[in-house]
């Protein structure tokens, strides 16, 4: 993100009537998510949250000086999919060899073979495992590979780079059957 904010976790859908909502935390340890304090939205809006139960908690606004709980179930239904985001500097430096998943978006990705493919746009993680969107050089619909070390071997974040060795059923058809199956809606 040009702002340098990372997604740290994402309202759901309200818990109950009184104002709880479900959290779907990216932290490593999924409580640690209330230990940010100040967690900012889209708009700017900076909120917390105090955990209720695994995956449920009261959300609190910070309102000219004041902390506003959501209180009830149209207000916690009003944050459904809210994004909630930290500032980089609040997060720990990565180790040696880590990298954060926001350090993969803008690198080049590079065929084994040196071949220039494209950007790293977008990270998904729906929870099955992480894929990685490339917008191609050559353009066209976006090259979507799953993020596992078979397909990514190489991360360079310092270099800028990824290096790509795509799965032999997409690598070995030629590229009009590749188009035809993104032309499709399939995605490979």
């Known amino acids: 993100m040009p702002d340098e904010r990372i997604l740290m ?5 309200p818990h109950g009537v009184r104002g709880l909502v479900h959290v779907q935390s990216y932290t490593a340890d999924p409580a640690a998510l209330a230990d940010y304090g100040g967690l900012e939205d889209e708009r700017g809006r900076v909120f917390s949250l105090r955990w209720h139960s695994e995956g449920v908690a009261r959300l609190t606004e910070k309102t000219s000086g004041r902390d506003v709980p959501v ?16 500032p980089r500097a609040a997060l720990p430096a990565a180790e040696e060899d880590e ?5 993969l978006i803008g690198l080049r ?6 071949e220039a493919l494209g950007t ?3 990270v998904h993680d729906y929870g099955a495992g992480t894929s990685l969107e490339i917008a191609l050089a050559a353009g066209g ?4 590979l799953p993020f596992t ?4 071997p190489v991360v360079d974040v310092a270099g800028g780079r ?4 795509p799965p032999e059923a997409l690598a070995g058809e030629p590229e009009n059957v590749r188009r035809e199956h993104q032309d499709q809606g399939a995605r490979p």
Do not use: H, K, Q
Request: aromatic fraction near 6%; charge should be negative.
């Open 149 to 152: 070390a078979r397909v990514v």
């Open 120 to 122: 790293v746009t977008v």
């Open 99 to 103: 990298y954060y998943l926001a350090d």
């Open 162 to 165: 990824i290096v790509v060795d």
């Open 109 to 114: 990705a590079e065929a084994v073979s040196g």
């Open 9 to 13: 976790g994402v309202i759901g859908r």
């Open 71 to 86: 209180a009830d179930r149209n207000a916690a239904e009003a944050m459904t999919n809210l994004r909630l985001f930290v």
């Open 141 to 144: 619909p976006p090259l979507i």
